[in-house]
């Protein structure tokens, strides 16, 4: 599968953002998503994952301001983040896995290319 992330952008803090992941191919409904981030001089992390039925996986950091979504009819995943705060600034990935336990673990089988977020004071 192939990703294509989008949505990225300059908001002010407290502000919203939507990403959106949109896959090619016919096995989309088949991988666990996930979304991961990295900030300058930073690992890489993961925000948020959701398997193919729906079920949702957050990082400890998201503490209810962001929401995953997908909708495996039109291979989309799609990421809500609201209250955003200046350490929210990061490029962030979307990524196919095979399992919930492989994508926690970073074991990735695709990944789409990074959209930046940055957020501003």
């Known amino acids: 599968v192939q990703l294509q992330a989008s949505g990225g952008g300059l908001v002010q803090a407290g502000g919203s953002l939507t990403l959106s992941c949109t896959a090619s191919?016919?096995?989309?409904?088949?991988?666990?998503m996930g979304w991961f981030r990295q900030a300058p001089g930073k690992e890489r992390e993961l925000v948020a994952g959701?398997?193919?039925?729906?079920?949702?996986y957050y990082g400890n950091f998201v503490k209810g301001r962001f929401t995953i979504s997908r909708d495996n009819a039109k291979n989309t995943v799609h990421l809500q983040m609201n209250s955003l705060k200046l350490e929210d600034t990061a490029v962030y990935y979307c990524a196919a896995g095979s399992s919930r336990a492989l994508v926690l673990a970073g074991q990735i089988d695709n990944w789409g290319q990074g959209t930046l977020v940055t957020v501003s004071s």
């Open positions: 191919g016919r096995t989309f409904s088949t991988y666990y």
């Open positions: 959701i398997s193919s039925g729906g079920i949702p």
